[in-house]
Every structure is written in structure tokens, then in C-alpha cells.
């Protein structure tokens, strides 16, 4: 039921976008992220072209970059804690996944375009949000999932460089002191076309949900508050006699 799927979907965006806070809810947020990504690898590996993707992308895209921002402050880094590198892997491997297979996945060649330009425009100065990492991730022997991290945000950076640096030749060459979003969206077609990108079907795979112990308990809470509601407002009549 892709509309039910589609609204839930929205509902995870929205809160994922109205609650980014210095004590945040990190468990929450890894597991909203985990559905979407586990949406989008089910359109990409078994939707068979011309479905709508089952979630607003245009929303999401943004959220996601503004996690990552948001992680990147090495104060808020060492406020969530430990599952902030685990976070910070998962967003960056939903955008990732749209960076490789979004040509096939997105609507149209400025959605394309447009994702492009958003992963540039927080990649660049000031910003510069994929460098920003670096000051967090410090160990000497990282682990597989700083590792991974790692290989993450240089495609995103990868990405941030090369449209950033289309855009900066054509401002110079052209010499327009103000271009119009449409010339500049135009443009980061261009440089989206000539990008290099890895084959990356790693971005497509994903394990079980409760994958562990932590979520395991996650889920059980979430169920069991569903079902006090359940028992509470729910009125179950006897068989009839």
C-alpha cells in the first residue's frame, strides 16, 4: 500500500526535521533513517520503472544534510555519544545511495540536478561540512564504522568539489555578477553529468531491522506503548452467549 507507505514515510521526515537538539534523540533518528534507506533500496531493487519513490525526497534530502551539519559541530558530537558515528554513517549512506542510483531512481533530470546541488552548496565555504568531520574522527586505528564513515563523506566531498568547481570556472569565464537559479541549477546539470562515480550496490543491501540487542528493545518499547493505547481506548465486547 504505497500511499499508507508514502505518509508514513513523510511522518518520519517531519519528525526527523523538527527535532534536532543538543541532546538528541540519536536511537530514534538512526532507526527513522534506517527505514527510509531500507524505502528506497526496495523502489531501486524491485520497483520496475515509472512508480513514484514512496517517500518526499525533496524534503528529505535537505534533512539529511542538515543531520549531518548538525553532527559535524564537535560539540554535538560529543553530546550524543557514542551512536553518533553509527548516525552520521547511516545519513550519509541514504545520500550516498541517491548520489550513485538517484539517476535511474529520480524523477527527471533536475532532481537530479537539485540533489546535486544541495550535497554542493553544504559542501562548500563556508560550510565546507564534509571537512568538518575530521576534527571527530581522530583514531589512529579506526573502527569499521569510522572506516566507513570515512569512504562516506569523501564521495560526498568528491561530489561538493566538482560541481563547486564547475560553477566557480563558469562564473569566471562568463562574468555574471548575479546568474538566476535556473542558469546555475542548469549548470550543475552539466557537472552532474560528467561526475565519477563508484559502482556501489553495497548502498542498496541492508540487514533485518532489529539488528540489535539496543533496537531489538527499541521496537519491543514501541509496541508495548501501542498496546497499552491499544488496550486503553480499544473496548473488546464478549462472544455472544
Excluded at 571537512?131 to 560526498?156: I, Y
Excluded at 546555475?184 to 559502482?199: D, M, R, W, Y
Excluded at 533496537?215 to 473488546?236: F, P, T
Amino acid at each position: 500500500n504505497l500511499p499508507s507507505i508514502a505518509a508514513l514515510a513523510n511522518v518520519i521526515i517531519e519528525f526527523l526535521s523538527s527535532n534536532l537538539k543538543m541532546a538528541l534523540e540519536a536511537s530514534l533518528y538512526l532507526v527513522g533513517f534506517k527505514i527510509l534507506h531500507r524505502l528506497l533500496c526496495y523502489h531501486k531493487n524491485w520497483c520496475t520503472g515509472g512508480e513514484d519513490l514512496p517517500l518526499d525526497w525533496k524534503k528529505m534530502v535537505p534533512v539529511a544534510l542538515r543531520v549531518l551539519t548538525y553532527l559535524s559541530r564537535p560539540a554535538v558530537w560529543k553530546a550524543v555519544g557514542a551512536e553518533a558515528m553509527e548516525l552520521a554513517c547511516m545519513v550519509a549512506s541514504v545520500l550516498n545511495l541517491l548520489v550513485v542510483h538517484g539517476a535511474t531512481m529520480l524523477p527527471g533530470e533536475e532532481s537530479y540536478a537539485f540533489l546535486c546541488y544541495e550535497i554542493a552548496r553544504v559542501g562548500s565555504a563556508p560550510n565546507k561540512v564534509f571537512e568538518k568531520f575530521g576534527s571527530n574522527l581522530t583514531s589512529p586505528s579506526p573502527e569499521p564504522t569510522e572506516a566507513s564513515l570515512v569512504d562516506e563523506l569523501k564521495l560526498l566531498h568528491h561530489v561538493a568539489e566538482h560541481v563547486n568547481a564547475a560553477v566557480e570556472t563558469w562564473l569566471e569565464e562568463s562574468k555574471i555578477p548575479s546568474p538566476s537559479s535556473e542558469e546555475i541549477l542548469s549548470l550543475v546539470a552539466q557537472a552532474a553529468g560528467s561526475l565519477s562515480l563508484p559502482v556501489r550496490q553495497d548502498l542498496l543491501n541492508f540487514e533485518n531491522f532489529c539488528e540489535t540487542d539496543a533496537e531489538l528493545s527499541l521496537a519491543r518499547g514501541r509496541a508495548g506503548i501501542l498496546l497499552d493505547l491499544y488496550c486503553r481506548y480499544i473496548h473488546v465486547f464478549p462472544p455472544p452467549q
